[in-house]
């Protein structure tokens, strides 16, 4: 059963403006983890000579995972924000493929929340991007 913050975390990440634009979708928020798919869209894409969607894209798609992933935590009491993401980028994505991150939240102090993610697309065998990164953590 989904507790009252998981809910409050996915309606703040349905609610965000630019995760609504990318076509997001949280499949998955509990206790320190998160799932988020996107589906392609060629209006998304970096290189029209392959078709491969713009980084920026799967960086937005990352950074949104792990706040939610932050934001659900247990010890975590609302609200975040991002301090420091770094994302390694292994490979394109897949055209025409839907890309999903995947999200955890593995540490969290009074003031920060330490996340680590990837992103992938149906070859799941080498991620399309890694990440780590730094979130504030609200009112603790």
Request: charged share 25%.
């Amino acid at each position: 059963m989904e507790s009252q913050k998981d809910r409050i975390a996915r309606q703040f990440m349905e609610a965000l403006p630019h995760a609504r634009a990318l076509g997001m979708r949280l499949t998955l928020l509990e206790e320190g983890q998160a799932r988020i798919e996107m589906d392609y869209d060629p209006r998304f894409v970096g290189d029209p000579e392959t078709g491969v969607i713009h980084g920026g894209a799967v960086s937005a798609l990352m950074d949104t995972c792990c706040g939610a992933a932050a934001m659900s935590h247990p010890d975590a009491p609302g609200g975040t924000a991002t301090i420091d993401l770094r994302i390694d980028y292994m490979r394109p994505a897949t055209p025409g493929q839907t890309i999903r991150a995947e999200a955890e939240c593995y540490h969290i102090t009074r003031s920060v929340a330490f996340v680590r993610a990837r992103a992938m697309d149906d070859d799941a065998a080498l991620p399309v991007a890694t990440a780590t990164g730094a979130f504030t953590v609200e009112g603790k």
